[in-house]
């Protein structure tokens, strides 16, 4: 989310609520929440189930950055364990999925029925032979019922081919169509999501006394001001974090991780959801499928290739992975295939080191909260680390008011985000 930053001397007009002495006051609600990507939908949906009067507002579409380019696995960290043993990142997301797969049933914290699942399962493969030491670690008894070895007759059709000499195994982790994701969690409280024009921006107003305290914030639509005062203002805009926080004394430092991930649009269907597990820590590949507007699909890869891909030219880094894909899947029809690239930042808090957070973060200054999933599979629990922390600072739900969508109506709404392949083949 990119805020533009507008002046603090406007002439407040008539969007003002105006009380029975004709006093110009703010539209009072308890919570502002800034991004409206994975994180900020998720909390937002919790906040208002739990009776809080909630706000969202998104710059652009809603989803736009960081989780429209996201692949949608919801893994429970096996991918950053193949050293071997559970790390603190593989640890933090253990339990990530049966929370997801209960709101997909309608069951859970948040009814996500209506998302578009595009596989059930999510594979660890390997090219050759595993070592010893992890090929055991894959079979202990610890991880009985997280990873199954795949009985040769059930590979998927990719890796059918006799030439395939390799170990699968089997992860029970769904991988979502993030579009639909979105769109399913905006739409319970929709009356409620606003989008601010990045062209007019807004304004924080800081108390004199604390810096590091909002007292409200104006944003401007047409001719028309808002003013808006909450209890708690949260930042969930990613990589917009870093300037909405501009107006603290004391902001959060925030890191970026860069990634240049690629999409491959293929004339022949080949559904096909896997981390290729090789010698280093990460996947050397990453692939999911994904339906395409003109009811075709694309691979979308991530993994190594997409850190290592980060100091190429797009020209390259498509090369390599032309490369890298002959070299995996060398029975598979590549020559029609359409490549793109494109580059995405991680914003996560700074790590000594730029190292990937284990888990999520959130900071509390004052009335504000600034928070990063850094996972999109770890919103559930940034929502559980929001809501417990209002619960510590004591802010309690207010009574609904029928002067939150009047005064709200001189903002436009958000639109859904367009897969990001769509946009690439356009």
Known sequence: MSISRISKTWNLNNSFIYDNNMKNLPLKVDIVIFGGGIAGLWIFNRLRNAGY?????????LGSGQTIKSQGIIHGGLKYALTGFLNASANAVEDMPKRWKDCLAGTGEIDLRSVNVLSHEQLLWSTGSLGSEIAGFFASKSLNSRVKKLDKRLYPS????PSFKGHVYRLEEVVLDTVSLIDTLAKPHQDFIFKINPHEGYAFTIDPECKDKISSVEIRSGQETLSLQAERYLFTAGEGNEQLSLCLAHPPVMQRRPLQMLVAKFKTHYPFFGHCIDTGMNPRITITTHPTQDDQSVWYLGGQIAEDGVNRSPEKQIAIAKKELNSLL???EMETVEWRSFFINRAEPAQP??????????????NVLVAWPTKLALSPLLADQVIAKLKQQAVQA???????LRSCSILEKPRIALAVWDELFQ
Request: hydrophobic residues 40%; glycine residues 6%.
């Open 53 to 61: 009067q909630a706000i969202l507002l998104e710059s652009h579409a």
């Open 158 to 161: 990719v890796l059918q081919n």
């Open 330 to 332: 060398p029975w598979l």
């Open 353 to 366: 080191g730029g190292k990937r957070p284990d888990s999520v973060s959130l900071t509390a200054i004052e």
């Open 398 to 404: 207010s009574s609904p008011s029928e002067n939150v």
